[in-house]
């Protein structure tokens, strides 16, 4: 059996790492940094220009306030918000955001742009990864004013508003991964697999593995990235099987199965435990900061003035820092887990691990894949275990012919 990489291509794919171990290591300090900027410097100016951005706005727009729709809307902030100043509180919400944004605005298309076109994993035209950005950042600002008015706005009218928002949100999360089929819509074209051999394959795959879904659709990712990718997305009937065409073109009807076979083992693990956990997290995150915030009108931090007083937002950002990367390890362990099973109910699934073992291989290839990372890269938070992991795990095939080579790349211990 050949050997995953050549090792032109393995000085290759260690090229193309090497910078993303290097913002991995150093992208905590410099984000620790811009939030200390700001939460320094900058939320006493920020806060000055949005509250007379927002005051020049509402004498502008005054007659939004007795137009038919636009009232109703504005009538039922006021009354959210409690007071007038709504308006200065979802600017100066923005202006945070979109601050970070800029200062990122270098990383991001050296990262997102240069460094894929370098080794081939972006097929991004500058117009559409421009277009991709802004799409991104423009969701990102209508969850970042949600957040504000809701957050704030309620923890302005009641004592215990961390629970009141909590046990909902907390609902809703249960619930949203129903809506994920058309979350990936917003950025790609999506057309259900034609019928055919393939089609009909994977039907019966998922009425052997007793997994329900609607539909198998091709998502059209070749616009943006070279990369192979499937999944599910959906619950019991939204379940949707996503393949993106680079999948369709780069493996065999077998490979497909057996990585359709690994998400079907997604679909098994148990959730409830991971769930109730998030819902639980999300309320007691929701309590720290009704702490903070109380902390911070005690204390007078950043000029507030008051409990719930908008300039305490960039705190939540540093908090929700620390949740996430303290977390990080610890949930990326439990899904290396996870995929280290499905990798075992998918072989399980096909009994065919030379299909699964040539789709691992041709999925390292297409996605350069570093088959041995530096340790504390994958501990910090990689989803997967490394690939060459992850093959050393799959059973050799039952073959008459004497196995060649083996794999000098693989079989050596990766730490
Ligand atoms: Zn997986």
New binding site residues.
């Given amino acids: 059996m050949e050997p995953i990489f050549t090792p032109e291509q393995l000085a290759e794919i260690q090229a193309y790492h090497l910078p993303l171990y290097i913002k991995s290591a150093v992208s905590p300090l410099v984000y620790l940094g811009v939030l200390a900027l700001i939460l320094g410097v900058l939320v006493r100016p920020f806060y000055r220009w949005s509250e007379s951005c927002a005051d020049g706005l509402s004498q502008r727009l005054a007659f939004l306030r007795t137009a038919p729709v636009s009232r109703v809307l504005i009538q039922s902030l006021d009354r959210l918000w409690g007071e007038p100043g709504w308006g200065a509180a979802i600017l100066f919400a923005l202006l945070v955001e979109l601050f970070i944004e800029l200062i990122y605005v270098p990383a991001t298309i050296y990262f997102g742009y240069v460094l894929e076109h370098r080794h081939g994993m972006s097929a991004y035209t500058p117009l559409r990864f421009l277009l991709d950005e802004l799409k991104g950042i423009a969701l990102e600002g209508f969850a970042v004013s949600a957040l504000a008015l809701g957050l704030y706005g309620l923890a302005r009218r009641m004592n215990r508003w961390w629970l009141v928002l909590g046990l909902p949100t907390a609902l809703l999360m249960l619930g949203a991964s129903a809506l994920d089929p058309y979350r990936s819509q917003v950025f790609f074209e999506q057309a259900p697999l034609e019928q055919g051999p393939l089609r009909e394959r994977i039907t019966a795959l998922m009425a052997r593995a007793e997994v329900p879904f609607q539909d198998v659709r091709v998502e059209k990712t070749s616009v943006a990235s070279k990369r192979l990718q499937a999944y599910f997305a959906g619950q019991g009937p939204t379940r949707t099987i996503v393949l993106n065409d680079v999948i369709l073109q780069e493996l065999e009807p077998d490979e497909v199965l057996a990585a359709v076979a690994?998400?079907a083992?997604?679909v098994h693990e148990p959730k409830w435990p991971g769930r109730i956990a998030a819902s639980l997290a999300l309320v007691a995150l929701l309590f720290v900061i009704d702490r903070l915030l109380r902390l911070s009108a005690t204390r007078g931090w950043f000029g507030t003035t008051r409990f719930a007083d908008i300039r305490t937002f960039p705190l939540l950002w540093l908090l929700s820092f620390f949740v996430f990367f303290l977390s990080a390890p610890i949930s990326s362990a439990f899904s290396r887990e996870?995929?280290r099973e499905?990798?075992r109910y998918a072989l399980q699934l096909t009994q065919d691990p030379a299909a699964f073992r040539r789709m691992l291989v041709k999925a390292a290839r297409v996605n350069k894949m570093d088959p041995d990372p530096p340790r504390w890269v994958v501990l910090k938070g990689h989803s997967?275990p490394p690939i060459g992991e992850r093959l050393a795990a799959v059973p050799p095939a039952p073959e008459k012919r004497a196995p060649a080579e083996g794999l000098p790349v693989l079989t050596e211990p990766s730490h």
């Fill in positions: 690994h998400e083992g997604h996870r995929e499905a990798d997967h």
